[in-house]
């Protein structure tokens, strides 16, 4: 089906007659429980003024994104509108091994108009995302998938949600064979202060911009908010290359949440985010009303993306995309200071691993280092420390479980539950988790779209040791 004719049917409310349902690889049965349907499309959006055509997951609302209950297990249809083929990952779900939606792993890549039903769980509520584990990432075929329960629908709060991403003008593939061509260390910025022996590496890839919700901050989203009312603004970093620090400026902002997973709220009006992972601000818009920019801040560099949010008749100051001074460099600072609402049930660590984040910019290739393949039984407790040994910082995520992390350094402490945890250059993070979600090699990979590609990404297998 073309575009035109896709419009067409969803005008008409009638797509499902044009596409061949059937059970794929995921083999999940359909449920009693109405499906909701995700349609994987090419859509055009405009960038710095011209007309730029990427891909989106439109939600049954036809709007990106999807929202799911917390309580009810939900049939997905993931409809592919694509001429190429595809693929979805669920990300900070736990859905079974086979509808995890990593390409081969063990489920083929959807076939170009292919339509695949999931069985997500909701499971707990919170902030997460869609996208494809492939380079179509970087085209943006990634979307919110925002998981509400009981406590969030009685919450007097506005839901925000906010999707960043670095967007170019040149493929993936493109930008790939830059990379190892070492196109990355001329535009690379480095980052050192006093003390530190090497300088560190950040944004690899130079950028033509950054959005927010598909949008430059000089065209922002402009959300209107009702003056002294509570906001909750859920946030996704969707960006494939590119850490940033969230500011919400003024406003009086409580972080409550990382990667959909609650914490003891924690006073703070800037947090770090990096790539794949997600932040919740609660926020207080000021009785007096006013504008109010949310704003990323591009790692070690000026630029910026963000919406705002706007109280009736608030005058919007349009902000240059260039900020006056460096995004932050991400930190540990503040992952150090969470704590998780929910800490994993005190029992022994019955298995652990080390694996060293290994690469080398010329050339760019990138590991995780470890000599045998990472086997876990079923009802361990196990404990990872990834040891970043390279001047790059790697966001590392690990499909089908939560992990708590429990140590920075070696330091143990009880610090948050999470999917995606940033280990910076020459740092070591410790992570547990239960293994509860079978599955023959789930994915552990970095979060750099283009660290994975170029080999930083293994798997965790059950099975015997
Ligand atoms: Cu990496």
């Known amino acids: 089906m073309d575009r035109r004719s896709f419009s067409k049917a969803l005008a008409a409310g009638c797509l499902l007659p044009f596409v061949n349902a059937r059970l794929g690889g995921a083999g999940y049965a359909r449920a009693a429980t109405p499906s909701i349907t995700v349609n994987a499309v090419t859509r055009v959006i405009e960038v710095n003024g011209k007309a730029a055509t990427v891909f989106g997951l ?125 196109g990355a260390m001329g535009g690379m910025d480095k980052f050192s202060t006093e003390g530190m022996a090497m300088a560190h590496d950040l944004n690899d890839i130079q950028y033509d911009a950054y959005l927010a919700n598909d949008r430059t901050l000089d065209d922002p989203e402009v959300v209107m908010v009702e003056k002294g009312g509570m906001v909750r603004v859920r946030i996704i970093n969707g960006a494939t290359a590119t850490g940033f620090t969230m500011d919400v400026g003024k406003l009086q902002a409580q972080v409550i949440a990382v990667d959909g997973q609650d914490i003891t709220p924690l006073t703070a009006t800037t947090f770090p985010l990096s790539m794949g992972q997600r932040v919740d601000f609660l926020c207080r818009i000021p009785a007096e009303g006013g504008a109010f920019p949310i704003l990323a801040l591009r790692e070690g560099a000026p630029e910026r993306a963000g919406i705002v949010l706007a109280t009736n008749g608030a005058a919007v100051v349009k902000l240059p995309v260039a900020g006056v001074a460096n995004g932050p460099v991400l930190t540990l600072d503040s992952e150090a200071m969470l704590v998780t609402a929910r800490p994993l049930v005190a029992t022994p660590v019955t298995r652990r691993f080390t694996l060293d984040l290994t690469g080398t910019m010329k050339g760019y290739t990138w590991a995780i280092g470890i000599p045998a393949p990472i086997k876990v039984a079923h009802g361990d407790r196990v404990e990872m420390t990834f040891r970043n040994t390279t001047m790059m910082a790697h966001p590392m995520h690990l499909h089908g479980h939560h992990f708590q992390v429990v140590a920075i350094n070696g330091a143990a402490f009880s610090g948050a539950l999470r999917d995606t945890v940033l280990v910076p250059p020459m740092t070591s993070v410790s992570v547990a988790f239960d293994a509860n979600n079978p599955g023959d090699g789930w994915a552990l990979h970095c979060h750099h779209l283009y660290h994975m590609a170029t080999g930083m990404m293994r798997t965790v297998a059950y099975g015997e040791a």
Do not use: C, N
């Not at 609302?61 to 939900?74: C, I, N, Q």
């Not at 669920?90 to 939606?101: A, C, E, N, Y």
């Not at 902030?127 to 494809?132: G, I, L, N, P, S």
């Open 58 to 182: 439109i939600g049954p609302d036809g709007k990106p994104g999807l929202s799911m209950d917390a309580d009810v297990v939900s049939t997905v249809d993931l409809i592919s509108v694509l001429s190429v083929e595809t693929m979805i990952h669920w990300h900070g779900l736990t859905p079974t091994w086979p509808q995890d939606g990593v390409p081969g792993m063990p489920s083929p890549l959807l076939a170009a108009g292919e339509t695949r039903i999931y069985g997500l769980p909701g499971g707990r509520p919170g902030t997460h995302w869609m996208h494809a584990h492939t380079l179509q990432e970087q085209a943006l075929l990634a979307a919110p998938l925002i998981v509400r329960g009981k406590a969030d629908k009685a919450q007097d709060a506005q839901d925000v949600v906010i999707l960043l991403h670095d967007f170019s003008w040149k493929s993936p593939e493109e930008l790939l064979v830059g990379l190892q061509a070492g």
